[in-house]
């Protein structure tokens, strides 16, 4: 019995996991072919399975840049989360890559990171123009060309007087060293040879109004320019064009303001200006020479500190002299009789595109009733409406671009340069509210701001 007994308390045990296995076994081949499956296609999913899919592949995509640029080792990580694998070993990456270290301070990938998220704050002005040396020139470039680029660059050649000035004199140049190939005309293939020239200096700085209007006309000078025409001839047309059209639109044009303006000035007057105009300058030295007895304000602000030219110019004349930069404005603009300042450019709404601070010198003479008035040439005149200075855009130099007097450490000391946490940015002009003008003295009269759309019209054209 006792050994009957044995054998049976012995073989219960047995049984019993005889009978165990199969089960577990027969769960593991129920579960298999679930696995094996194929997956579903979008129609075969049911709507709250397509919602989940779609959150899997957004947080593995979130991870994946989260964590930033893999070694190529890690490419099958990213392709196990996009299968729809659990994101925690990129989200555990993208933790520690932001960690600190030991000695509790910031890794250098966190530094990294730092760095570009700093770099990526101020994306939003990305498409203002830097300004920059011109890269490789394409194409045939005249040798007058790259060097004028090179001092539009380093703003060795501001204003857009002198810009302008400055960009026909060379294509003077271009025109006379230009030879026409065989089997063309010289007024369909000089603008051809013309367009790498345009092209290089705006890689150097863009276009400015003025220079996009005579580039304009003188286009249309060479398209409507005589085929029978002997090809010096035709070139020498070209030049003399190109001398009246800087006599007559911007010379002429200036001595006709100046006489305009310089009626505006009376005995006793204090004249406030902001930066340097080339316009308002004549105008002053114009109503000195006259007799006029009277003061100016020279309002000036960093990084170009034109004014300090400005005063210059007027102290050397003997013209009293104030000088201040733009927060002090608010102290001496109860004293101001006229606000004179120049514009780089006018729209059709009424708006002047000018030197940054202009907006805020014009807003603060309106706030305390001050008359102010723009000196402008009617070629600086644009079609298009601008509703701020923001759409469109220059930077400024970093660095102070003028300094007449000594000091005591060098220059370098003294500017402000880029750091990893620092950006420097100086937008070169801002957007003057027709509201805040009084008046706007062209070389075809005085016009409000309310009738700028009509120069075209005053000059006996349709379009400038």
Not at 395 to 401: Q, T
Request: net charge positive; hydrophobic share 35%.
């Amino acid at each position: 019995m006792s050994a009957t007994t044995t054998i049976t308390m012995t073989a219960l045990p047995s049984n019993s996991t005889i009978k165990l296995a199969p089960a577990q076994s027969h769960a593991e081949a129920s579960s298999s072919p679930a696995q094996n499956q194929p997956p579903k296609s979008q129609k075969q999913m049911t709507k709250a399975e397509r919602r989940e899919q779609q959150e899997r592949q957004r947080a593995a995509k979130a991870a994946t840049k989260a964590a930033g640029p893999q070694p190529s080792g890690s490419n099958q990580n990213s392709a196990q989360a996009k299968k729809g694998a659990p994101p925690a070993a990129s989200t555990g990456a993208s933790v520690k890559k932001g960690g600190k270290g030991p000695d509790g301070k910031p890794t250098k990938e966190t530094k990294e990171t730092i760095s570009d998220d700093s770099a990526r704050g101020l994306q939003i002005f990305s498409h203002f123009g830097l300004p920059k040396p011109p890269g490789p020139s394409k194409g045939d470039i005249h040798p007058a060309i790259i060097r004028l680029g090179l001092q539009f660059s380093e703003f060795k050649i501001a204003g857009a007087n002198a810009r302008c000035i400055a960009t026909l004199t060379a294509f003077k140049t271009v025109i006379q060293d230009y030879v026409t190939p065989p089997n063309n005309t010289l007024s369909r293939h000089l603008l051809t040879h013309l367009s790498p020239q345009i092209t290089h200096l705006v890689s150097a700085r863009p276009m400015s109004v003025t220079m996009g209007n005579a580039i304009r006309e003188l286009k249309l000078e060479i398209s409507g320019s005589d085929i029978d025409l002997p090809e010096q001839d035709a070139k020498n047309l070209l030049c003399q064009k190109i001398d009246d059209y800087i006599s007559e639109r911007i010379t002429i044009a200036d001595q006709v303001i100046q006489e305009t303006a310089g009626t505006k000035i009376k005995d006793g007057d204090v004249i406030l200006t902001y930066a340097r105009s080339s316009v308002v300058e004549q105008v002053l030295v114009g109503a000195w020479d006259d007799g006029k007895q009277f003061s100016v304000v020279v309002v000036d602000s960093r990084p170009m500190l034109e004014g300090k030219k400005l005063l210059s110019v007027l102290s050397a004349m003997g013209i009293p002299c104030t000088y201040l930069l733009l927060p002090s404005i608010g102290s001496v603009i109860t004293e101001v009789s006229t606000v004179l300042v120049g514009a780089h450019s006018l729209h059709s709404n009424g708006a002047v595109f000018s030197r940054a601070g202009t907006a805020l010198v014009a807003m603060m003479a309106k706030q305390h009733s001050v008359p102010v008035v723009v000196c402008c040439e009617t070629y600086k005149f644009a079609e298009t409406i601008q509703l701020d200075s923001f759409t469109k855009n220059e930077l400024a130099p970093a660095g102070d671009i003028f300094s007449s007097f000594p000091l005591t450490r060098s220059k370098d000391t003294l500017t402000l340069n880029k750091q990893p946490n620092l950006e420097i940015l100086n937008p070169l002009y801002d957007l003057t509210p027709p509201s805040s003008i009084t008046a706007v003295v062209t070389e075809v009269g005085v016009i409000p701001p309310s009738s700028i759309s009509s120069i075209p019209l005053a000059l006996g054209r349709t379009t400038l």
